[in-house]
């Protein structure tokens, strides 16, 4: 019988197993250091902030394993033995396999400051990391202060994790604005705001320098290229993950940041495959970048190899470009393209509308020579993926998406509409005549 190896049981390996033994009674193996089970690392925030048990953050109970036949080992594999088809475990153990899938995830980036292995001073990523939290920053009487150095996704998430907990926090963000190199600057300057709302001390275009030790050798203070000392007990550093691929640097398997791997997720080894946060694309699909470390993509390739592994060869396709996230209490959705004014393509152009007095926003991307719609970000109001996946892939226009908003809008009947409002600033600054029309659930649920 077949024998699949993954290493890495995360949304990638482990949706690829669940998919091979879909589809096949092949042997299945999953190798993994971090946790015995599979969990959903975007949950982990809840944890600490005390909504949900960790045990909650695993969506199959441990009988569901044994019953679909897919074997989990927990141990950290050292070398990948391509020539001989098996993979060498810390502490001796080896495995064969007949098919590799690796399935390694990320880690967090650190960029050589000093102090930065300081007890004190750690990352967000794995379980540890969270278990390491409660440890450095259990209240505020423990943890002072915390310095998080990093603006993304993660760090604005770990300065919630901890003000939920009363500790002070101060964000290090080496941008002009939070998240600006993604973010169009009416929103970013509308998170900068909500941050500081927060009583988060954001300190935009700054830069740590290094962590200093108190006599224990315990973080006790970070500086910054402002020229401050801002004393705290715990750093948390949040600037970007890179593919957990360090172990394969002498594998014979192709590496560029990530492994390199084609639109079928094989690498150069024949029977050796990537997906998930590890992969690299030799190039990005579209306009998508060649590593993609958000959740459904490692889903979606995991679907996809389960079938190639299956022997229905499928190309990976990721379709049209989503994401949502929270900022605090924010709600983020991101649909098709709309890029930050230093990344904006040469026929791009934007409409942003903000509500007046709440943290509400929407920007639209178009063309501005045939007026196709691009893209949308909208902050704090819910939008339906499939109606801006179906005008995607119509290729309707921003005058169509103006006109049909209302189809698009997911929140509930008790909330707020906007797009009068909406509308109504884009025909100001259009010079157009459009009046949304009503909400249509036939219109909506047409299949096209
Ligand atoms: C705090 C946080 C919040 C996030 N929030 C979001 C979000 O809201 N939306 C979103 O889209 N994405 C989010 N992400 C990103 C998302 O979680 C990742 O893209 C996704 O989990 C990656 O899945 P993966 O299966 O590729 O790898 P991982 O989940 O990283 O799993 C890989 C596993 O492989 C193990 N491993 C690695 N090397 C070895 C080895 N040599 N031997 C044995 N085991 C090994 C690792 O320990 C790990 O357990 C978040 C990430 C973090 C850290």
């Known amino acids: ?98 098919k590799l899938i690796l399935a390694t995830g990320s880690k967090p980036n650190k960029f050589g400051w000093p102090g930065q292995d300081l007890p004190g001073v750690q990352g967000l990523y794995s379980k540890q990391d969270l278990d390491q939290l409660e440890t450095n920053a259990p209240d505020n009487k423990t943890c002072k202060r915390a310095v998080i150095v990093g603006g993304g996704l993660i760090g604005i998430e ?32 509308m998170i900068n705001e909500h941050i500081l709302e927060h009583h988060i001390d954001l300190r935009l275009e700054t830069n ?76 990005g699909i579209g306009q998508r970048r060649p ?22 060869k499928i190309e990976y396709k990721p379709g049209h470009w989503f994401n949502s996230a929270k900022f605090l209490d924010l709600e983020y959705q991101t649909y098709g393209w709309v890029f930050s004014e230093g990344g904006m393509k040469e026929n791009e152009q934007h409409f942003h509308w903000r509500h007046d007095k709440e943290k509400v926003c929407i920007t639209i991307a178009f063309d501005k020579e045939t007026k196709q719609f691009l893209g949308i970000n909208t902050f704090g109001i819910r939008m339906r ?36 409002e909406i509308v109504t600033k884009f025909n100001s600054e259009f010079g157009t005549n459009i009046s949304p029309k009503k909400k249509s659930w036939k219109r909506i649920f047409a299949i096209s």
């Open 208 to 283: 740590l320098v290094e962590i200093l030790a108190d006599e224990n050798g315990r973080a006790k203070a970070v500086t910054t290229d402002k020229g401050d000392t801002i004393e705290c007990t715990v750093v948390g550093l949040t600037a970007g993950v890179s593919p957990n691929v360090a172990f394969l640097k002498e594998s014979g398997i192709e590496l560029g940041r990530g492994v390199k791997v084609n639109r079928y997720l094989e690498t150069n080894i024949t029977d050796v495959y990537a997906i998930g946060d590890c992969a690299e694309q030799h190039e």
């Open 385 to 420: 993926h499939e109606i801006f996946d179906r005008w995607l892939t119509e290729e309707r226009t921003i005058n169509y998406v103006m006109e049909y908003l209302r189809d698009a809008n997911f929140d509930p009947e008790f909330y707020a509409p906007y797009e009068v």
């Open 158 to 189: 770990m300065a919630e994790m901890l003000a939920s907990r009363k500790i002070p926090v101060t964000f290090l963000v080496r941008e002009t604005s939070f998240w600006n190199p993604v973010l169009p600057s009416g929103e970013s300057a």
């Open 1 to 98: 019988m077949e024998h699949i190896v993954i290493i890495g049981n995360g949304i990638a390996g482990i949706t690829a197993a669940r998919h091979i033994r879909k589809n096949s009674d092949k042997k299945i193996t999953v190798v993994s250091a971090e946790t015995d089970y599979f969990f959903s690392r975007t949950a982990l925030m809840y944890v600490y902030m005390g909504h949900m048990k960790f045990e909650h953050t695993q969506p199959y109970e441990k009988w569901f394993w044994k019953k679909n036949r897919i074997d989990l080992v927990k141990g950290f594999v050292q070398t990948v033995d391509h020539q001989n088809k098996k993979i060498d475990l810390a502490g001796g153990t080896s495995i064969t396999y007949d």
């Open 291 to 312: 590593i993609e470390a958000v959740w459904y993509t490692g889903r979606m390739m995991g679907e996809t190899l389960a079938q190639t592994i299956c022997g229905n």
